[in-house]
């Protein structure tokens, strides 16, 4: 089963603007994972959040985490077309090496 | 360094035959994670080693499905008996150590097709 849910499932934007992907979760986290597929290949890791962090920023990527809500926002700002892919939340329920829940995945395309 | 390799990046199978999906972690991790992806969805969990005991397998769909890692380096899942509904890319993940909390490292897949 799929703890996640993002939101959109699609979304087409212009090169240059900026894109918010949501998810939200089930249940209480340890923390939660971002990450990216290009098509035909493996997963990416982009960013990890941790339930004590409320805001964190890599490069063009912000993350929000809200556990009150039980959702997170993902934002890329300034697009590009290489970031065309589809982008997916992980939660991780406990610390250590615990298994990656994913939600089905919102479909980013960057139109040049 | 190299990442995750997973061999053979596609499989055709017809149903019925058995197959073997193999995973080349990164070397010295020691945590390895096995995940089934259907096609529009999320990857799923199957199974984790950390070295070579199998401490999760609570993601197998049924008993067709084996995985073990010997050495605790190089994994192998099984599929035995395969059915159209095991259609899907078979993801493998590592990461280095036992505990904290850690990003995951895939490997490009392989993509299962069943006829």
């Known amino acids: 089963s799929q703890q996640g849910e993002e939101d959109p499932q699609a979304l087409s934007i212009q090169e240059g603007e900026n894109a918010t992907m949501n998810c939200s979760y089930k249940?209480?986290?340890?923390?939660l994972q971002w990450y990216r597929q290009n098509s035909g290949r493996g997963l990416v890791h982009l960013i990890l959040?941790?339930?004590?962090?409320r805001e964190k920023h890599s490069g063009r990527l912000r993350v929000t985490l809200d556990t009150s809500k039980k959702s997170s926002s993902l934002l890329i700002t300034a697009s590009r077309a290489a970031d065309t892919a589809s982008y997916f939340c992980?939660?991780?329920?406990?610390?250590?090496?615990?298994?990656?829940?994913f939600g089905k995945g919102t479909r980013l395309s960057v139109i040049a | 360094g190299a990442g995750v390799s997973q061999s053979p990046r596609y499989k055709v199978a017809k149903r019925g035959q058995d197959v073997a999906l193999r995973c080349d972690p990164i070397?010295?991790?020691?945590?390895l994670f096995w995940y089934q992806q259907a096609l529009g969805q999320g990857p799923e969990f199957l199974t984790y080693?950390?070295?070579?005991?199998?401490?999760?397998k609570s993601g197998l769909p049924s008993d067709r499905f084996f995985a073990e890692r010997p050495e605790g380096s190089v994994s192998t899942l099984k599929i035995q008996r395969t059915q159209q509904e095991d259609s899907a890319v078979y993801l493998c993940?590592?990461?280095?150590?036992?505990?904290?909390?850690?990003?995951?490292?895939f490997g490009p897949g392989t993509r299962l097709t069943v006829t």
């Open positions: 993940a590592s990461t280095p150590r036992g505990g904290g909390t850690y990003e995951q490292y």
């Open positions: 249940t209480s986290i340890n923390n």
């Open positions: 959040i941790r339930s004590n962090e």
């Open positions: 992980a939660t991780a329920l406990n610390s250590g090496n615990t298994p990656l829940v």
């Open positions: 070397s010295g991790h020691v945590s």
């Open positions: 080693f950390q070295n070579e005991a199998q401490l999760d």
